[in-house]
């Protein structure tokens, strides 16, 4: 029943910018993580950024100083804002997101469909 739907992918020259979003739907009692993820052809999916419910955030080396991630926890919305974006970023971008259930105790792991962002000239 858990959805994640993400939005905000598209086209952009080097040194642009993007913010891609990710909402998560259902009969969802806590969000207890929510990262993204990438993958690009040939290579393994790799994380980006993770935020959890406290705030805390993770960046991978390749990205920080330039990504910022951010949560909106009254929308269960995920947000990575991507700035000086280059060529090696383009990729297909999975949001993720670890959820309770309101009618289960168990947290379970979602994943978004993907969205594909393309760094060009």
């Known amino acids: 029943q858990v959805q994640l739907v993400e939005s905000g992918g598209g086209l952009v020259q080097p040194g642009g910018s993007l913010r891609v979003s990710c909402a998560a739907s259902?009969?969802?009692?806590?969000?207890?993580?929510m990262g993204w993820y990438r993958q690009a052809p040939g290579k393994q999916r790799e994380l980006v950024a993770t935020?959890?419910?406290?705030?805390?955030?993770n960046y991978a080396d390749s990205v920080k100083g330039r990504f910022t991630i951010s949560r909106d926890n009254a929308k269960n919305t995920v947000y990575l804002q991507m700035n000086s974006l280059k060529p090696e970023d383009t990729a297909v971008y999975y949001c993720?997101?670890?959820?309770?259930?309101?009618?289960?105790?168990?947290?379970?792991?979602?994943w978004g469909q993907g969205t594909q962002v393309t760094v060009s000239s």
């Open positions: 935020i959890t419910s406290g705030g805390s955030t």
């Open positions: 259902g009969s969802i009692f806590s969000i207890n993580a």
């Open positions: 993720n997101a670890k959820i309770q259930l309101r009618s289960y105790w168990y947290e379970n792991n979602y």
